[in-house]
């Protein structure tokens, strides 16, 4: 019993890499993939700018977000595009290095909650920076296609990659504000 402990906290010395963490990007290439194959079907069967209603408050609509979300800052002067680019980049690299660093199991870290859904987040992130990324260095601006509305105001146009960071950041906070369990109410529930 000892040496499992032993073990276990050899395995989590500060600095160490988890590289069966990166499974967790096949999650990032479903958002990719799914990201740009949407992008594909919205460029080639919507009009530029002209709504076609899905449902009374939903609208599927081909906008060009040459800014950041929101279309913050489209109307720069052109820095924008690498910029931002760069920006994704190491966004996307530092979010890397943060999931190889998520210990593979939760017994290593017993303080530490919600590991399964941090690797999850991280990799919804990642993914949907990257498919942002490639727009924006292939094209030069992001394709936004999904357009939601309620009583005559249009929430901005975004799409899949924009969806997937905005529900992993969800996902990274909703970990952080649960209060963890306590040892000793964790223990008991175990022992019932």
Partial sequence: MDTAKHIDTQDHRPG???WGNLNWLWLSLIVIGTDWATKWAATHFLTFATPEAITPF???TLLYNHGAAFS???QASGWQRWGFATLAVLIAGGLLVWLLRIPGRQAIVPKRRGLILIKFAIAL????AIGNLIDRVLIGYVVDF???HAFGYHWPAFNVADSAITIGVILLLVV???PAKTPSRAQGARSS
């Avoid at 992130?125 to 949907?128: F, K, R, T």
């Fill in 72 to 74: 913050l800052l489209a």
């Fill in 146 to 148: 999904l357009d939601f």
């Fill in 176 to 178: 952080e504000i649960l």
């Fill in 16 to 18: 160490r890499l988890y």
């Fill in 58 to 60: 939903f609208n599927l």
């Fill in 125 to 128: 992130i990642i993914g949907g």
